[in-house]
């Protein structure tokens, strides 16, 4: 089983639409979730964090995490051209107070359409 | 402030050579983190350190890779010898205690 896994796209949606990522893992131990954003020969830059249950808004972006049934999502509201782009789900463990090592899903590609 | 500083941008080498891979983490941060991200296996983590000291190397393929952090502004990775299959790129991170990663620009190794 895939320690994180993610639906591989391409998601495709139009601009102004809710586009809706997903992601669940196997490790009951994580504790720290992140979203990044992956732009075509780019680095990986973080857009979102979320550590409880629940909804966490910044912006047009609102994470969602679900410990019981392992699962975090990710929306993005009145899509622009601009968010396309991979998105990577990561989960973490704690290490000592620290963050331990991040496992990375594959990514979902998203494409918005003017 | 500067983010996560990675050289080269690209290499391009033939296969045997050895390669190394140079990072300078954001300053104060005081983990590091060494991925390699393909197509097909996506982004990995291959080693990470802790206030300079190894915490995980699990993720290194085999020995040919070695990875260095003499202080806490400053690592290596070294690939010896270099073979076609490490074509990848590779991204440094580093983060602060309880905080998330931050990424270098990549280095771009294709091994001809």
């Known amino acids: 089983q895939k320690e994180v896994e993610q639906n591989s796209g391409p998601l495709s949606v139009p601009e102004g639409a809710i586009a809706s990522l997903n992601c669940t893992y196997s490790?009951?131990?994580?504790?720290?979730f992140f979203w990044y954003r992956q732009y075509s020969g780019k680095s990986p830059e973080l857009i979102m964090s979320?550590?409880?249950?629940g909804d966490k808004e910044d912006g047009r972006f609102t994470a969602q995490l679900n410990k019981a049934s392992q699962y975090v999502s990710l929306l993005i509201r009145d899509s622009q051209p601009s968010d396309s782009a991979t998105y990577l789900c990561a989960v973490a463990k704690l290490w000592g107070g620290s963050q331990g090592n991040l496992i990375f899903g594959k990514g979902t590609k998203l494409s918005v359409k003017p | 402030d500067a983010g996560v500083i990675q050289s080269p941008r690209h290499e391009v080498t033939e296969m045997g050579q050895e390669v190394t891979l140079r990072c300078k983490p954001i300053s104060g941060h005081n983990s590091l983190f060494w991925y390699r991200q393909t197509m097909m296996r996506g982004l990995e983590l291959l080693i990470y350190?802790?206030?300079?000291?190894?915490?995980?190397d699990s993720g290194m393929p085999e020995d040919r890779f070695s990875a260095k952090m003499p202080n806490a502004s400053f690592s290596t990775l070294k690939i010896q010898p270099s073979e076609p299959r490490d074509s990848a790129v590779y991204f440094c991170?580093?983060?602060?205690?309880?905080?998330?990663?931050?990424f270098g620009d990549g280095t771009r190794l294709s091994i001809l």
């Open positions: 490790d009951r131990g994580s504790q720290s």
């Open positions: 979320i550590y409880s249950n």
């Open positions: 350190f802790n206030n300079n000291v190894p915490i995980d």
């Open positions: 991170a580093s983060s602060s205690s309880g905080q998330p990663q931050h």
